[in-house]
């Protein structure tokens, strides 16, 4: 099983409102990773988790918190968001260190109005 | 510096030939791993293959088939017998392992656009 899931799929939201992005995987995975991806171009890393401990924050802002409850999961917080946020969400994860591929979830398709 | 190059935005490509999308890459790094992802229109990014820059050989997926040329720093993906269901975009990426062994981040060229026509 290679899955990787997302809740919610698609995500409409003020720019006063508190949300959360949910990931989840049963692969065993010790490595989770939020994207950020917006239309027609690459997804661009924000954070990664490494046997649940942040690893990487690649200087976002702190609208967006990460938080990783258990090796299973990985929610992203959303609050105060610009419009410019809007985006397609990814998460995915892999193995762990010394280990390649990155396995993605649908995404979250992020709308701030 | 740009460190994955596709250079191609768009493609065009016959039902059932076969097609190849370019991609090359910049690394000091002597330990690196090589990926294409294909991402649909519905948005999920679907791991293809994958290429080590130790690996003798050129990977191969069923279909696809990673044409890796290590002198040259190029990582072409190549799809044979195309299929209506192959038009997505393509994203090659590269993975660097920094010298203490750590895991360094997957860096993404900006994608090729494969259409497929019946």
């Known amino acids: 099983d290679t899955e990787v899931t997302q809740t919610p799929k698609h995500l409409v939201m003020g720019m006063t409102n508190k949300k959360s992005l949910k990931c989840e995987q049963h692969?065993?995975?010790?490595?989770m990773y939020w994207y950020k991806q917006k239309a027609k171009k690459p997804p661009e890393l924000m954070f990664v988790?490494?046997?649940?401990?942040?690893?990487i924050n690649e200087s976002v802002p702190s609208r967006f918190s990460p938080e990783c409850p258990n090796s299973s999961l990985l929610n992203l917080h959303l609050h105060a968001l610009q419009p410019e946020d809007s985006a397609l969400y990814l998460c995915?994860?892999?193995?762990?260190?010394?280990?390649?591929?990155?396995?993605f979830g649908p995404g979250t398709r992020l709308t701030v109005t | 510096a740009q460190k994955i190059t596709q250079t191609q935005p768009g493609m065009f490509v016959q039902e059932k030939e076969a097609v190849t999308l370019d991609c090359t890459y910049d690394?000091?790094?002597?330990?690196?791993?090589l990926f294409w992802y294909k991402q649909p229109s519905s948005g999920e990014m679907i791991f293809l293959i994958y290429?080590?820059?130790?690996?003798?050989q050129n990977a191969t997926e069923g279909r696809y088939s990673l044409n890796f040329q290590k002198a040259r720093k190029s990582a072409n993906l190549v799809i044979s017998a195309s299929q209506l269901g192959d038009s997505a975009m393509y994203f090659c990426a590269m993975r660097e392992l920094d010298y203490g062994g750590s895991q360094g981040n997957l860096i993404f060229g900006k994608g090729t656009k494969l259409s497929v026509k019946p």
């Open positions: 995915a994860s892999s193995q762990g260190a010394g280990s390649y591929e990155q396995y």
């Open positions: 988790y490494s046997y649940e401990k942040l690893s």
């Open positions: 690394t000091s790094d002597p330990s690196y791993g």
């Open positions: 290429q080590g820059s130790y690996d003798q």
């Open positions: 692969m065993g995975h010790r490595a």
